[in-house]
Nanobody, 118 residues
Framework: QVQLVESGGGLVQAGGSLRLSCAAS????????MGWFRQAPEKEREFVAA????????YYADSVKGRFTISRDNAKKTVYLQMNSLKPEDTAVYYC???????????WGKGTLVTVSS
């Protein structure tokens, strides 16, 4: 059974940093594009960042560009999201997702809550 398990969320003051991790039980992790999404209260889920299977290509939402960094360790089957200069508007549940073959994401984690206080 495929599992994506996020960790690293918590409460942080504005301007602070957090590092999220997502451990995957995917047998062929290195063949998946991995992404991070978030959903704030009463808002739609939105794309945050994604990384190619090799790690050579990354994509970011404009709202986090320059502040967040996505990375992956294929040997550990883990993807990371380093979040710096956090703002109250970054408060959300952050989800990890895996995509294989383009199109929609195939697997999702249960999320980890990030709360940024002003």
């Amino acid at each position: 059974q495929v599992q994506l398990v996020e960790s690293g969320g918590g409460l942080v003051q504005a301007g602070g940093s957090l590092r999220l991790s997502c451990a995957a039980s995917l047998g062929t992790f290195s063949t998946y594009v991995m992404g991070w999404f978030r959903q704030a209260p009463e808002k739609e889920r939105e794309f945050v960042a994604a990384i190619s299977w090799s790690g050579n290509t990354t994509y970011y939402a404009d709202s986090v560009k320059g502040r967040f960094t996505i990375s992956r360790d294929n040997a550990k089957k883990t993807v990371y999201l380093q979040m710096n200069s956090l703002k109250p508007e970054d408060t959300a549940v952050y989800y990890c997702a895996a995509q294989r073959g383009g199109g929609s994401y195939d697997y999702w984690g249960k999320g980890t809550l990030v709360t940024v206080s002003s």
